[in-house]
């Protein structure tokens, strides 16, 4: 034997005298064979798009605000991935996917990516490297929080924030993710399904936002503008919209872990989904008037957040109906939230997340069939209606333990540190008053001047 050969599949024999011991290799991995490559690379390149996503996010964002809060929300979404990264490292992924408890969460066996290893697989990824499989992951546990910043823009403080997020992410995404995703008992015990996050991240951010808008109540100015404020920066919202598309084939054919025919079904879903839901948007803005940008890109990120669940396990036929749903749906809840019932959900994440990946998470339990992807179950329409409330427990499961914590943790940040900045610092701009900066110093420093000196403690002149 040569030295240094690569042995795939079986074992590496290691001779001591007359005894010999065999080492087991990739017994995770599937066939037992050495991670495939190709599978590697797709996952890698989706782990970066998602990463992609969360700036994207910010710029989204930050284009439908106002100038005064534009850097606001960026800090909050760049502070949030790098505190985020820390926890999923340190503790998260262990919680996630660590030994069962019970069906709960996992253990700490794996704290810190002990053991995570970056040649052999991992049981929940059979065709990539168990650490690739955690980065990826990682990407989505950054974002799920980080998807609530759109409801309560504007008027929470940033430490609250910290805090709503760190606390946010132990109790509710970590304990979700694991009871659909890491062997927990939503699919253990059930076989609830969610190809890439319509319950584990749309819904639980989606109802934990609009439990926060609720909280943290209207900004100053609502009725003025019938909740719809005027954006600070169209295009760059825009270029957010379009990085977030892009990034979102990373999202849900990434989430086939590897580079094959479920991928390319997802990437199919992903494109006509967001689209046909795009279109509704637009005949139905442009029957109020005019077609906006603001009513295509929303129709847009609403289909791609509701396709996202059954992306992998749904054919291309069913994905232009699940559009043309979500596109309805989200559209018409963002008219009975925010213009009927008066919520100021800024950026109406409960409508084109929360909605959305509800009724898609819903819509595996009618469309999805074994053809597609062998790892999944029929639907309703290929004989098999038990799938429906299959879903539907997983849905109003994780909808309910995300509403309860989110309650109980603003509450408990608003008797500590506070969660809402009061009318006068609304009026500043998070900008000024949380982080002592403006983005657009010709437009937004008018009439602040002073203010701005004082909060940075400087007698520089900013503004020559």
Known sequence: MVAGEIIKGVAAEITNGSSSTVVQKYLDCANQVAPDPGNTTWVLLSTILVLGMMPALAFFEAGLLRSKNTLSIITQIMSGIVVLTVMWQAFGYSLTFGPDQKGIIGNLDHAFLI???????????????????????????????????????????????IALTVAWEIIVFYPVAHWIWGGGWLHKYFGVLDFAGGIVIHTSAGVSALVIALYVGKRKEFEKYGGEFPPSNLPLATIGAALLWMGWFGFNAGSALAAGNIATSAVASTQIGGSFSAIVWIILSAAKGKPNTVSVINGVIAGLAGITPASGYINSQYSIGLGICLGLASYYSVVLLKHKLHIDDALDVSSVHGLTG????????????????????????YGNPKLIGTQLLGVVS?????????????????????????ESEEELGLDLVEHGEFAYHNISLQGNENHYSSVNNSTHDFFK
């Open 115 to 161: 053991n995570v290893s970056y040649d052999d697989c991992s049981p929940n990824a059979p065709n990539i490297p168990a650490a690739a499989y955690a980065f990826f992951m990682m990407m989505f546990a950054n974002i799920t929080p980080l998807l609530m910043t759109g409801a309560f823009a504007e008027r929470v403080k940033f430490k609250a924030f």
């Open 358 to 381: 509800i009724i898609g998470s819903l819509a595996i339990g009618f469309c999805a069939e074994l053809s597609v992807n062998p790892n999944g179950a029929n639907g309703a329409f």
């Open 398 to 422: 994780v909808a309910v333990w995300a509403a309860a914590w989110t309650w109980v943790l603003l509450k408990i940040i608003d008797a500590t540190i506070g969660v809402k900045i009061d």
